[in-house]
């Protein structure tokens, strides 16, 4: 099984700041590597497909990046409604697809 | 509106069994896979099963095959996952999710295996 393995685990910082959020898997997974962020109480929402693609209503500061075993979500200039958890997913090797850890993204 | 509503989460005891159902609504159910994605209270995500737009083909992981199992109405737009023979480890909130790629008449766009629209999720705790 590919293992996903995120960090930091928590991320300090202010708005307007810029995240970076990195993603590591223990194998190849191409490019086929989503991202998402979620907010207490909500479902998961996809922000990333395909490493580098936002999906629809996605704000532009939202950026993914990487290939193979590595990647990067960045967000380029921290909002309020930002400060959530994020977590990867890799479709590579379906139906044994797999998620991150996480990494919170908290107010400093 | 396009979205979820999952139902049939509970309280149960280890070996019971509970139903969940998923009624989706704004958008065409019959042109998408879905899946059951679950996350134990305070954990991360963990996929659960996997039903193709025609119902054809289906997936689980390793943890809940031989107990659970997913199906789907086209015709009422909805989506269910039996599970049966729970264990504590079960307990979670369970989401229905949109699979990315569209099939309309045999022809399909977009990758699939990602999930681009979540329920809200039904709560499900298997306690002694």
């Known amino acids: 099984d590919i293992v996903l393995t995120q960090s930091p685990a928590t991320l300090s910082l202010s708005p307007g700041e810029r995240a970076t959020l990195s993603c590591r898997a223990s194998q190849s997974v191409n490019i086929y590597l989503a991202w998402y962020q979620q907010k207490p109480g909500q479902a998961p929402r996809l922000l990333i497909y395909?490493?580098?693609n936002r999906a629809p209503g996605i704000p532009a500061r939202f950026s993914g990046s990487g290939s193979g075993t590595d990647f990067t979500l960045t967000i380029s200039s921290l909002e309020p409604e930002d400060f959530a958890v994020y977590y990867c997913?890799?479709?590579?090797?379906?139906?044994?697809?797999?998620f991150g850890g996480g990494t919170k993204v908290e107010i400093k | 509106q396009v979205q979820l509503v999952e139902s049939g989460g509970g309280v149960v005891h280890p070996g019971m069994s509970l139903r969940l159902s998923c009624v989706a609504s704004?958008?065409?159910?019959?042109?998408?896979?879905m899946h059951w994605v679950r996350q134990s209270p305070g954990q991360g995500l963990d996929w659960v099963s996997y039903?193709?737009?025609?119902?054809?083909?289906?997936y689980y992981t390793d943890s809940v095959k031989g107990r659970f199992t997913i199906s789907r109405d086209n015709s009422n737009s909805t989506l269910f996952l039996q599970m049966n023979s729970l264990r504590v480890e079960d307990t979670a909130i369970y989401y229905c999710?949109?699979?990315?790629?569209?099939?309309?008449?045999?022809?399909?766009?977009?990758?699939?295996?990602?999930?681009?629209?979540w329920g809200r999720g039904t709560l499900v705790t298997v306690t002694s």
């Open positions: 997913q890799q479709r590579d090797n379906w139906p044994a697809l797999s």
């Open positions: 039903i193709y737009y025609d119902g054809k083909n289906i």
């Open positions: 999710v949109r699979d990315r790629r569209y099939c309309l008449n045999g022809v399909c766009q977009g990758r699939g295996w990602y999930f681009d629209l």
């Open positions: 704004g958008f065409t159910f019959s042109s998408h896979a």
């Open positions: 395909d490493a580098s």
